[in-house]
């Protein structure tokens, strides 16, 4: 039979003893924990966040939509037109003095142009040329003929479309740098003088006028329309005499506007025998002379 | 003998050591938690600032509407505007400064929860106070690189206003230095977004620690 082994009285006392301080710490560290945990439990939890960046700074809008640039567009071109004007006065009275006429010839070049540079020849009569790029690299003989021969070069811009060439305030401006250095190509000479396809007015706005002074081009539009294009044969002579005279009384030096075409080159030698008679004497346009340029008085609009 | 005497006091020894440790942790969660409120309330000062700065920043950019509506022909007005917007943008850079000063002293309150965290008992529980330090750090780093481009925003845009004070103005030059503020701005989003995704783990995780107190 197996034998129980009995704690004696002061066993018995000793694990009674350590069960009691065993509980009484037990009871005091829970007590503690739970109290801790009671005490947090009593306060709010966290009740802050860390902070957000805000955004504190808005976009711009572009400085040339404002009415400030407007404004100050305005100003600049009130001011170099002002400026021309005053510059033209002084021209004139040098253009008086030897009774100076100014030929231009638009569009070109063309197949025709070796002929037309002839007739000038034959004449010893200048002109300027107002040229397409596209025609230039297609004629670059006769541009280089004329670079030669020291007539007048500038630009007429690529497209001549009005939908193109006006599409918005920089397309003048791409336009004829475009051909600007189509020219350079061939020639090797740097031209800013310029003409509008129809003239600068009125679908050359004040926006891409602006522009094309800011590009340093020089736009020339003219006071005498031979109206070659419209009326399309030797009538157009007859109405550009007409026009020479009249401007002749007001005081004024005719720039001529023509064009590197066919029938306008036919009847050219009636038109150049007259200047010759008359004493007139033919000037290329150059960068040095101040340009007549149409302006806009409230005319220009963009199409 | 040892089964039926000394375990039973033996297992509720080792349970008083147990509940001794987390009742250690516990107080060092504590300590964490009231660092923490601190850093956190230190933040309103950096809200305030930012609200401050935005108030700024509207009136400035009020000001470079105005001026754009004005002509060149009302050159006092125009001088005056242009005067008054840069000193706007003075101030704006003052504000900025004061604005990182207070997320700074936000950021150094969270540091100095450090000592207790090392002293952590419970893995898990030191693994998520460390998370918090590191993106306070994160937080910190972005906040370095938000006033480095915000002041060069505020330098951009002090010198549109010396642009368009100019005798011979140009739009072209105007425009492009407004392209390139804009542009710095749209960085510069970029960076706020980033600061309030770490901001917002950063309160997650802050909730989360603070919840198992």
Redesign the interface.
Known sequence: MRQR?H?NRK?KWL?FA??TI??F??AV??G??EA??AK?SSEP????????????????????N????????E?SLEEKEALIAEKRKDQREKEQQTKAIYLTFDDGPTSHTDQLLDILDQYEMQATFFMLGPNIKQYPDAVKRMANEKFGLGLHGISHNIHDIYQNSQSPTKEMKEAQQILENVTGIHSPLIRLPYGSVPYLTEEMRYSLY?HEFTIWDWNVDSEDWELGDARYVQTTIKEIEELEQSGQTPVVLLHDKKETITHLPKLLSYLKNNGYHTEKITKEIPALTFTCNGRCYAI | MFKKVLAPPFIILMASFALSGCNHDAELAEKIHTKLEKSAQLEKAFTQDQQNLLKLSQKEKLTYDEIGSLTIAQDRELKRKIDEAEEYNANMTQLLQDTKESFDEAYRQVLTIHPAVNKIEQPEEKNQANKLIKLMEKRHDEMGHYYKQYTELLQLNHGLYDLIREEEVNPDEIDDQIAAINQANNEMLKTEKQFNQYTNKYNKAKKKYTYKL
């Open positions: 082994k704690l066993g694990v350590i069960m065993t509980a710490i037990i560290l829970v503690d924990h801790t945990k947090q939890i966290s009740s802050l966040s860390a902070a957000p960046i805000i955004p504190t700074f808005e976009s711009k809008e572009e400085f040339s404002s009415a400030l640039n407007q404004s100050i567009k100003k800011q």
